[in-house]
């Protein structure tokens, strides 16, 4: 019964995750924006904006390959 629970969770919770790539495009986009209007000189923020950007392209795609 446990594995049929994670499977369960697992199931639901990978979609929903997929279906924010949008959400992390959009995200990624403004954390680099502001770093370049507020001056910020740190690569921790550069680099969390381009995964941000990375992860959402790759669940958008994925996402829509899903899609019949």
Do not use: E, H, W
Not at 18 to 46: D, E, R
């Amino acid at each position: 019964i446990r594995r049929q629970r994670q499977m369960c969770i697992r199931d639901r919770l990978l979609p929903a995750l997929l279906s924010m790539g949008m959400t992390f495009i959009v995200l990624g986009v403004l954390m680099l924006a502001a770093s370049f209007v507020f001056g910020i000189k740190n690569n921790i923020l550069l680099f969390a904006g381009l995964f941000f950007i990375v992860a959402g392209t790759a669940g958008y795609v994925y996402s829509l390959k899903q899609k019949p």
